[in-house]
Nanobody, 115 residues
Framework: QVQLVESGGGSVQSGGSLRLSCAAS????????MYWVRQAPGKGLEWVST????????YYADSVKGRFTFSRDNAKNTLYLQMNSLKTEDTAVYYC????????RGQGTQVTVSS
């Protein structure tokens, strides 16, 4: 069955950086577009970024464009989200997912950005 396991979250100060990882298994990873979504406290799931199956195309929400970089290693079945210049409003649980709504997602990793 599909399994997605996120890691790399933590607590940082505003302006700091974090790199999230997502290990995928149970499906043909290299054939799938993949997604990061997040959920801030008290809010619904928000799409953050998309990467196509071969990593050649990436799309970002306006709120993270220019600060976040989504990449993938199909040989390792792993996704990465490099997050720079973090802001307090980036505080959320981050999930990797096989669809942009986050219907099929991992358990998430907490990112907390303090001022």
């Amino acid at each position: 069955q599909v399994q997605l396991v996120e890691s790399g979250g933590g607590s940082v100060q505003s302006g700091g950086s974090l790199r999230l990882s997502c290990a995928a298994s149970g499906f043909t990873f290299s054939s799938y577009d993949m997604y990061w979504v997040r959920q801030a406290p008290g809010k619904g799931l928000e799409w953050v970024s998309t990467i196509n199956s071969d990593g050649g195309r990436r799309y970002y929400a306006d709120s993270v464009k220019g600060r976040f970089t989504f990449s993938r290693d199909n040989a390792k079945n792993t996704l990465y989200l490099q997050m720079n210049s973090l802001k307090t409003e980036d505080t959320a649980v981050y999930y990797c997912a096989t669809d942009p709504t986050g219907r099929r997602r991992g358990q998430g990793t907490q990112v907390t950005v303090s001022s």
